[in-house]
């Protein structure tokens, strides 16, 4: 979704009614176009929409859903990646 240029000093809820999303959307939308988390205001990732919080909230989510066990020493697969 791209907001109109003509829409920038528009209240998020303002612009959510003329382009029939929600609030939320919108205000997602603006914060991917500054660079930032989609869902704080902390910078973005490389390459990513979210920060490393929200990716770390992630991705604990995901192998929680899927039924993963956590790396072990010795065990199948690469040891996981440690972003500072």
């Given at each position: ?6 829409y920038e000093s528009l209240s ?14 919108v205000r997602q939308q603006r ?21 490393h919080v929200h990716r770390t ?28």
């Amino acid at each position: 979704m791209n907001i109109p240029l003509e829409y920038e000093s528009l209240s998020p809820a303002e612009v959510a009614k003329r382009l029939g999303v929600t609030a939320e959307a919108v205000r997602q939308q603006r914060r991917r176009s500054a660079g930032k988390c989609r869902f704080c205001n902390e910078t973005a990732l490389e390459g990513l929409t979210i920060c490393h919080v929200h990716r770390t909230q992630r991705t604990a989510a995901d192998r929680t859903r899927k039924g993963a066990n956590a790396w072990k020493p010795g065990g199948r697969g690469r040891p996981p990646v440690k972003i500072n």
